[in-house]
C-alpha cells in the first residue's frame, strides 16, 4: 500500500544503491495491498539465486499461517537483491548469554550490517538500521512490511523496527513470530519484555474486563502470568509468540487482522468511476471489485437515499424509477464480518463506503460523482464515549444521530475537531445503537455501536 515515507528516509535515499527487485506474490495494484519487501544481507552476486529461492519459502509459509491465509489477497510481496562484498553474517563473541565463541569470530563486509549477539548470541539484528531503511526507501517505497534473510545458517533472529532472520532450518518460523512483533506490534509471550502494553500483554488479570475478554474460554484463551513478572499477564500457553512450530492464539491473529484492516480497503475498485456519464433514462449497474478473504467474509450493505435496498451482493442495478427528482445517493457499505473478529472485542470497527450521486434528468445524460471513504469507529464497544474518523476528514456541516433498538432518535452529544468527532451517549443504558452521520446533510455513514 502506498505509504508516506519519513523525510529522513527521503533525504537519504538518494544514497542508497538501487538493486534488483523480483515479485514472489502478485495479487494487485501496490496501492491497494499490503506490501512485503524482503532484503538479503550477506549474499554476493553469486549467490543471489540461492537468496530468492528462500526468500520465496519463506513468502509461501508465511501464508500457511492463519490468519495470513485468509487474508493472502490483501498482499505483495518482492524480494530485493541487496548485494554484500562478502557472504555471511557478522559474529563478533560478545554475547553475555553464552561463553564464546560458540561459532568463529567473523567480520565479513555485508551490505546491511547484521550480526549476531546484540546482547544475546541467538539475535540477529543490524547496529546500522539506518541502511536497511535507506536501501527499502530506494528499491520498495511504498513497503508495509519488512525483512532481512541473513545469509547463515546458525539458528537466530530479531524483531524491531525491522524483522531479522537467519537461514537455519527454523528460518520460516523465525519470520513468522519476528513479524508478529513488527506487523503484528505483538509481545513475546515466552519472555517478560518490556513494560509496555500490547495486544497480547497486560497488567489486568481479571477475565471480565481484559482487553481479550470476549475470547476468555475459547481456543484455550486465558489470563495467563509471565514467569518472571507475575503481574504482567498473557493469553494463551502455546502461542507463536510463546513456541514455534504453533499457531497464533485468537487473541494475535485478532490483533494481525486489526493491522491488515488499518492499511488496506476491501473495495479494489468500482463502476462507474467518478466523473463518468450514463444514460439518466436507463437502468444503471453500479458494481464494486471487492478484495475478498478466503472464505469470504465480507458483508455488503446497499443503500438509496438512506434505505435499505436488501441487496447483499457486489453490485446492484438502479431503475429510473428508483430516483428521486434532483440528487440521489447511492452508498455501499463494506464491513469484514470475520469469525475471527470479536466485536466487542475487536475495538476498531473499520468502514469501507462507495457512495454515487446520480442526478434523475428526464431526458439525455447524467454525470455521475463516485467517492471511496474509509471510517474507523472506535472503542467499539464504549463505555459511553466512541470516536469516529475518516482519513479524508469531515465538512464543516456535520450531523450525529443516535437511534435506540425501537427506532427512536436519542439525545446524544458530539464535538468535531481535526482528528474527527468524540460522541457522548454516557446517560444511556447499555445496549446497541444505531450510529447514522450525515455530512451537508447526506447519510454517510450509519453502523451499531455497542454501549456496555
Known amino acids: 500500500m502506498k505509504k508516506v515515507l519519513f523525510s529522513l528516509l527521503i533525504g537519504s535515499s538518494c544514497f542508497a544503491q538501487t538493486f534488483d527487485t523480483v515479485p514472489l506474490l502478485q495479487n494487485g495494484d501496490n496501492s491497494k495491498r499490503v506490501i512485503i519487501a524482503i532484503l538479503g544481507d550477506g549474499f554476493t552476486a553469486a549467490q543471489q539465486t540461492a ?21 493472502k489477497n490483501y498482499f505483495n510481496a518482492y524480494a530485493v537483491k541487496v548485494i554484500s562484498t562478502e557472504s555471511g553474517v557478522k559474529h563478533p563473541g560478545t554475547a553475555t548469554d553464552v561463553v564464546e565463541p560458540v561459532i568463529p569470530v567473523s567480520n565479513p563486509n555485508n551490505y546491511l550490517g547484521s550480526t549476531f549477539d546484540i546482547g544475546v548470541h541467538r539475535c540477529l539484528y543490524s547496529n546500522t538500521s539506518n541502511t536497511v531503511g535507506q536501501v527499502l526507501a530506494a528499491n520498495v517505497p511504498d513497503y508495509d512490511i519488512t ?42 509471550e515466552y519472555w517478560f519484555a518490556g513494560s509496555l502494553e500490547s495486544p497480547n500483554k497486560t497488567q ?25 513478572s507475575p503481574t504482567w499477564f498473557r493469553p494463551h500457553q502455546s502461542c507463536e509468540m510463546r513456541y514455534l512450530n504453533q499457531q497464533f492464539c485468537s487473541v494475535c491473529k485478532e490483533a494481525i487482522i486489526e493491522r491488515i484492516h488499518s492499511l488496506v480497503s476491501p473495495v479494489d475498485s468500482y463502476t462507474p468511476a467518478n466523473n463518468t456519464t450514463v444514460d439518466a433514462t ?117 450531523r450525529v444521530e443516535v437511534y ?49
Open 51 to 71: 537468496f530468492t529461492t528462500s526468500a520465496q519459502n519463506t513468502v509461501n509459509y508465511l501464508f500457511t499461517k492463519s490468519p495470513y491465509t485468509e487474508y
Open 147 to 188: 525483512y532481512v534473510l541473513g545469509n547463515s545458517t546458525e539458528y537466530g533472529g530479531c524483531g524491531g523496527t525491522y524483522a531479522f532472520a537467519s537461514l537455519n532450518a527454523s528460518a520460516n518460523e523465525i519470520v513468522v513470530h519476528e513479524l508478529g512483533h513488527s506487523f503484528g506490534k505483538l509481545a513475546d
Open 204 to 228: 489486568n488479570s481479571n477475565p471480565a474486563t481484559v482487553k481479550w475478554k470476549n475470547w476468555v474460554g475459547l481456543n484455550g484463551v486465558g489470563v495467563y502470568p509471565h514467569a518472571e
Open 282 to 398: 436507463s437502468s444503471v449497474t453500479f458494481t464494486a471489485n471487492e478484495i475478498l478473504p478466503i472464505p469470504n467474509t465480507l458483508v455488503n450493505k446497499w443503500t438509496l437515499n438512506g434505505t435499505d435496498l436488501g441487496s447483499a451482493g457486489s453490485s446492484v442495478t438502479i431503475s429510473p424509477g428508483q430516483l428521486n427528482g434532483g440528487n440521489n445517493t447511492l452508498t455501499l457499505s463494506v464491513v469484514d464480518d470475520n469469525p475471527l473478529l470479536k466485536v466487542d472485542n475487536h475495538s476498531t470497527l473499520h468502514v469501507t463506503n462507495v457512495t454515487w450521486t446520480l442526478s434523475k434528468a428526464t431526458l439525455g445524460t447524467s454525470e455521475v460523482k463516485a467517492e471511496e471513504r474509509r471510517f474507523s469507529i472506535y472503542p467499539n464497544p464504549t463505555d459511553g464515549e466512541f470516536f469516529i474518523k475518516v482519513k479524508q476528514g469531515f465538512s464543516k456541516d456535520i
Open 404 to 452: 435506540d433498538t425501537s427506532g427512536k432518535l436519542i439525545p446524544s452529544r458530539f464535538e468535531q475537531n481535526d482528528s474527527g468527532i468524540k460522541v457522548d451517549i454516557k446517560n444511556y443504558p447499555a445496549g446497541t445503537y444505531l450510529l447514522n452521520v450525515k455530512e451537508n446533510k447526506t447519510l454517510i455513514l450509519s453502523q451499531k455501536v455497542i454501549k456496555e
